[in-house]
């Protein structure tokens, strides 16, 4: 009790110097959003015990108890207590590659001071990287859950009487161990046996790092994106590019501000080094220009002439103003001429981050750009890019994207870039679909959409008649659909897909956003189709390669199936980004509302209406049971056809992978369907007077229940087994197996407590 009084005064003290720290230095103030209370986990006896758990598998027990005010040993005691054996060793790689999914499972359980000792960062810090980590705090639902502090004090005997129940839970269903983390990293930076160069297929064709972190990659050597060995197996796969996330004032001075441009020297000479190392393997660099990047807003006392549209603290750097349009022109110039073998720079000039005045619809806010309009403003941002290329004499190439861009101006944009850039749009964008009997519009990330779709063709063709090379963006490996996996094995529809875009003209490609890097068998299709295979050789020509003449039939035929049953998925661009398909049977079931709303690619919690989006809850249920039903009777199928032992070892190891990986897919679209039963059950319950009806929901809920754990205990051993199940890179792991086990805790207590609470008063 000592420890924790002394404990309680130091955060107190903590605070309390940290506000007068702030009243003499400024700093940086974190959102909390309408900071609603945090959830609580009653599947475990307290947060203290959550906190230990969740952060075994990631976090040093020394660290956990500084966070904490706990001696380490205190920690590892409690983790013993409930069944988890010996902590396993976090390497410094593990711990710089977990930080978002260490984010995510404390989000709910610590508050900002204590988080911040649990990171060993700065409030600066977690501030950058909760803006700039690909939109980490929208992920994180824009909001702060309000959580007291987590206080250590030794558990009592009604505390060690639960403990000894998860332990035993633990004992029954998972054993720690298995292949470590992020093993796949190690994999894929291994050399491996050299394969001839294929046929080049679609010019270009790039893709982003299946394990990149965000960071400062081109500063910090241990964060390579872009191993030697990865490349090669890249290149292997038929990738002639890949990208990188770029800001400018990063790789170029920054002529009004020159402490941000801090260490661009270094970046520039490490970009070039990492341009001439892929260029021995046909690659490519591409780096990734969204600009120029808004300042904050007390940058324009100095420049009040330049400031464009405000949002927040920040303010767009209006690109009609002279001095600006002369700044991107010669940063892009510098950068160009520094890095004379740079493959590319490909715009995104409307959404994302705020930029020109109207990459975000707002450019009537600015009396320079407002008369001018958006189209005028966005083509030329993409012009003065050009001109900067061209200046430099270098050869890379300008791709312009128009991802974002108002649908009555493209024509008006495309008229008037440059003749001799690129053009790339989303093949797949506004496909109309029907599924489950509801019609509804493919927005983008879709494997299970054949495209291209009307959209893509008329910017295509309106590009063409313009002089330019029309380039098509799609997700050749996975997509938000399902991103757990590293690629999705329905090569029927991507080498389709692939087929009917390049009968469109279109010779090159982005083939995918930060996800689908992984060197996969569906890249290998598309380079197949971009060389002149038609998809149905194109298959069977991989399928060969990697599994043998034995098995390339059977394995074909499993394409197709996957492929035909994921043209089933209910598709909808909200529900893709809120749906639990990500985290499958990782999310948590509730006995009662949370009340919160799910996150974009973060929290699904049980939001059935975000979920379901266009579609009724049956059909969604029922859309998403196909999805999985399919993928099983081909699993199944192929199992019962293929004879192992007419495979050598190597393709009996690719089978196996590929076997896992279909599974671990089906496992997902599973439980994304039983998630959304028992949201819709518990409403029927709760809402119904009908003893029958209610007896029937504890039923139906009850076997939802045991199959969420018979899910979670199959993939703990597939993840166990294959690091990259869970993993993605803009997110890291969206579940590790500890938390497998967690959902397992969480649906025995609903069993156990729940729901027979529940059965005791309906019956009064």
């Known amino acids: 009790m000592r420890i924790a009084l002394l404990w309680l005064l130091s955060v107190f003290l903590s605070v309390g110097i940290q506000s007068a720290k702030a009243q003499a230095v400024q700093e940086t103030v974190l959102p909390v959003g309408s900071a609603p209370a945090a959830l609580n986990f009653e599947h475990f006896p307290d947060r203290l015990h959550a906190f230990v758990w969740r952060n075994w598998p990631l976090v040093r027990a020394e660290r956990m108890a500084e966070a904490i005010g706990a001696k380490p040993d205190q920690v590892r005691q409690i983790g013993m207590a409930m069944g988890l054996g010996k902590q396993p060793t976090i390497s410094d790689d593990q711990w710089n590659r977990s930080y978002l999914t260490i984010i995510r499972r404390n989000w709910h359980l610590l508050p900002y001071p204590q988080l911040l000792k649990l990171l060993g960062w700065t409030s600066d810090h977690l501030a950058y990287i909760l803006r700039e980590d690909d939109f980490l705090y929208v992920k994180l639902g824009s909001l702060k859950p309000r959580c007291d502090p987590i206080v250590y004090s030794p ?123 892929a260029k021995k393997h046909g690659i490519g660099i591409y780096l990734y220009t969204n600009e120029p990047r808004a300042m904050e807003n007390a940058f324009f006392k100095d420049h009040p002439n330049w400031k464009g ?67 005028a403003v966005i083509s030329e941002v993409n012009r003065l890019i050009q001109e900067g290329i061209n200046a430099s004499g270098a050869s890379t190439k300008l791709i312009t994207w128009d991802w974002g861009w108002p649908e009555d101006q493209a024509n008006a944009i495309i008229d008037a870039l440059p003749t001799n850039a690129y053009f790339m749009s989303v093949s797949e964008w506004d496909m109309p679909i029907h599924r489950g009997g509801v019609d509804s519009v493919v927005g983008e990330y879709s494997v299970s959409a054949v495209g291209p779709g009307d959209r893509a063709k008329r910017h295509w063709a309106r590009a063409l008649a313009h002089g330019m090379k029309p380039i098509a963006k799609i997700q050749a490996a996975n997509s938000w659909e399902l991103s757990a996996v590293p690629y999705l094995p329905v090569l029927e529809n991507v080498a389709q897909h692939a087929a009917n875009f390049r009968a469109n003209h279109v010779t090159g490609m982005m083939a995918g956003w930060t996800l689908g890097g992984y060197p996969s068998p569906n890249l290998e299709v598309v380079r197949e189709v971009g060389a002149g295979a038609d998809p149905e050789t194109a298959m069977k020509t991989v399928a060969t390669r990697r599994f043998g003449a034995n098995a390339a039939p059977m394995i074909v035929k499993a394409w197709k199936a996957y492929s035909a049953a994921f043209r089933e998925f209910p598709f909808h661009i909200g529900m893709v980004y809120t749906a639990p398909m990500q985290y499958g049977p ?135 087994r294959d690091s990259r199940v869970g993993f993605e890179a803009s997110n890291q792991y969206y579940y590790v197996p500890i938390d497998l086990m967690e959902k397992i805790l969480n649906c025995q207590d609903l069993l156990d407590r729940w729901l027979p609470e529940i059965a005791k008063r309906l019956k009064k």
């Not at 002529?255 to 490490?270: C, F, G, I, M, Q």
């Not at 959404?351 to 320079?368: D, I, Y």
């Not at 671990?664 to 949201?679: D, E, L, M, R």
């Open 155 to 277: 558990p009592d005997a009604r505390t060690r009487e639960r403990v000894k129940a998860i332990a035993a839970q633990v004992a029954k269903h998972y054993s720690p161990g298995g292949v470590p983390l992020f093993n796949f990293v190690k994999d894929l930076s291994r050399s491996s046996p050299k394969r001839p160069l294929q046929p080049a297929g679609f010019k270009p064709c790039f893709c982003y790092s299946y394990f990149a972190l965000y960071g400062d990659p081109l500063l910090d050597a241990k964060a390579d994106p872009y191993p030697d060995a990865y490349l090669q197996r890249l290149s292997a796969s038929g990738v002639n590019g890949v990208w990188l996330q770029a800001v400018l004032y990063k790789l170029t001075p920054f002529p009004w501000d020159p402490h941000v441009s801090e260490h661009y020297a270094e970046r520039l000479a490490n970009l070039k080094k990492l341009v001439a190392r």
């Open 309 to 375: 549209p405000t949002e927040g603290e920040y303010s767009a750097l209006c690109t009609s103003a002279p001095e600006v349009q002369a700044y991107l022109k010669d940063s892009v110039k510098f950068l160009c001429k520094a890095v004379p073998d740079l493959g590319g720079l490909f715009t995104i000039t409307a959404s994302e981050n705020l930029t020109n005045c109207w990459s975000h619809g707002g450019g009537k806010q600015c009396p320079r750009c407002g008369p001018r309009g958006s189209a």
């Open 586 to 720: 990782s999310n948590l079931l509730w006995g009662q509302e949370t009340g919160y709303r799910a996150t974009m690619i973060g929290f699904p919690y049980d939001d059935l209406e975000s979920w379901r989006a266009v579609y009724p809850p049956d059909v969604f249920i029922s859309q998403m049971r196909k999805v999985a039903g399919g993928f099983d009777a081909a699993r199944i199928g192929i199992t019962n056809d293929v004879d192992k032992d007419k495979l050598s070892s190597t393709e009996r190891e690719a089978y196996d992978l590929e076997m896992g990986i279909s599974e671990a897919a089906a496992i997902h679209f599973h439980s994304t369907a039983n998630q959304a039963q028992f949201v819709q059950l518990r409403r029927k319950l709760t809402s119904s007077i009908s003893p029958e009806i209610q007896r029937s929901c504890l039923i139906e809920m009850d076997g939802i229940l045991r199959n969420e754990i018979e899910l979670a205990t199959r993939l703990i051993q597939l993840q166990q």
